[in-house]
């Protein structure tokens, strides 16, 4: 199946990733670097950042002008599958969101002095970013209402406002903020997206939210509750025009959606493989190895064929987008952001179940996973929105038109998209 969208150029990548990986990302998979802080398993994996540029393989997702391998979406989300099986690929090979979705959204709209001040530096790896738009007092899947502003002043911004779940934050060098700059414009134009440097006064990272009981994530790893009390920053820090965030917001996601299904992908896979190498080898005590077992059997069949499922569904939604555009086949971008979180979900489960409770514990990959993957069913559109939206447009096909809703829920629809 993955002969059909496989190119020269992934014939050619993904065996010397995968043999890297295993190489030398894959051992340092213990306990320790997957429970303690990320900072110092970052100073570990900087070193092997550097073997990465050795081999070439840095900036994969990157044009050939910008130092990368020109890959399509669909090409890059193959690589992307393999970088997920460990938890540190993507931030090894500098291809870890939200820096990813930055470079994709700068390189594409922001003026040249932005680049050339930002970008340039996020390419190379010598900083990271953050992206900043969601708020704790308004639904997050709904970037049209928000309460941070962001009130010109001669050259200047003025920006106000509290966001949280800003991933990344903690030693980015700069966010992109998503603000009102034109609150008297339609919804869907009053917002605008702001680069702001870390260090800029009023600027202020409140704490590094602990999710599920990880009270260590720092660095990477970290989702920050972020202040914005009288920042100023020049204008010319405007990516694109005011009031295209959401457009932005929106290009940003088609791409993104995509690098989440895959990653997810690829997760699975390690799970599934980690799943089948226990069932085969795990002695009941009567000489009856736990695979034996039916209901084993039809977790890894059911598995296999969802994950088999799930590429599929993935790699001709990213094929489409580099075809025709991620607004052709936004119906097929909400199937697999669903459909893709759970089956990574179930996989993860039964092979935690299989594992009993060797399963839970942080000997494995697999309750890191289980702890920082369960979001997935939430993030960038909750499934119910993406499911609603989906059968609203196919119902639309069958002459059905849904009564009017309010412009909020109507925002919410389009932004799962």
């Known amino acids: ?32 670097n997957l429970t303690e802080r990320f900072s110092k398993v970052a100073q570990i994996l900087d070193e092997k950042r550097e073997l990465v540029k050795q081999l070439g393989l840095w900036g994969l997702q990157h044009t050939i002008e910008e130092g990368g391998h020109g890959l399509t979406l669909c090409e890059f989300g193959q690589v992307s599958e393999v970088l997920a099986t460990t938890p540190f ?53 709904n ?20 966001k949280w779940f800003t991933s990344s934050a903690d030693g980015a060098a700069f966010a992109v903020v998503m603000a009102v700059t034109n609150p008297d414009a339609t919804p869907h134009k009053r917002a605008s997206q702001i680069i702001v440097p870390t260090d800029t006064k009023g600027f202020k990272l409140e704490r590094n939210i602990s999710i599920m009981g990880d009270h260590e994530a720092d660095h990477w790893a970290s989702h920050a509750e972020v202040t914005y009390t009288d920042v100023r920053v020049p204008v010319s820090n405007l990516i694109a025009a005011e009031g295209m965030g959401f457009m932005l917001a929106q290009e940003r996601l088609g791409p993104g959606r995509i690098h989440h299904c895959m990653r997810w992908i690829g997760i699975s896979e390690r799970c599934f493989d980690l799943m089948c190498k226990r069932a085969a080898t795990r002695d009941m005590g009567d000489g009856t ?7 084993v059997q039809f977790w890894i069949a059911e598995s296999r064929a969802n994950i088999n499922a799930a590429r599929l569904m993935v790699l001709r939604t990213a094929d489409n987008i580099d075809k025709f555009g991620a607004s052709a086949v936004r119906n097929q971008i909400s199937e697999i952001k669903f459909f893709c979180a759970n089956v990574m979900l179930q996989v993860i489960d039964h092979a935690i179940q299989v594992h009993g409770a060797y399963g839970i514990t942080d000997d494995l990959l697999l309750s890191f996973w289980y702890r920082h993957e369960r979001g997935a069913r939430i993030y960038d559109g909750a499934d119910e929105v993406h499911k609603s939206a ?27 998209r």
């Not at 970037?143 to 509290?162: K, L």
């Not at 190895?289 to 209901?295: F, P, R, S, W, Y």
């Open 1 to 32: 199946m993955e002969e059909l969208f496989a190119t020269e150029k992934t014939r050619d990548l993904l065996p010397r990733i995968k043999a890297f990986l295993v190489k030398e990302i894959y051992p340092l998979e213990t306990a320790q």
């Open 89 to 141: 690929g993507h931030y090894t090979f500098n291809c870890q969101a939200p820096d990813i979705g930055n470079m994709e959204l700068i390189g594409k709209y922001a003026s040249q002095a932005i680049k050339d001040r930002f970008l340039h530096p996020l390419i190379e790896g010598k900083i990271r970013s953050c992206f900043s738009m969601t708020e704790p007092d308004y639904a997050g899947s």
């Open 143 to 162: 970037p049209v209402n928000m309460g941070t502003t962001a009130v010109r002043d001669g050259d200047e911004y003025v920006i106000n406002g509290r």
């Open 289 to 295: 190895m736990l695979g034996e077992k039916q209901a």
């Open 390 to 416: 989906l059968a609203r447009s196919i119902l639309a096909g069958y002459g059905l038109e849904t009564k009017k809703k309010r412009s909020s829920d109507e925002a919410v629809v389009a932004f799962s």
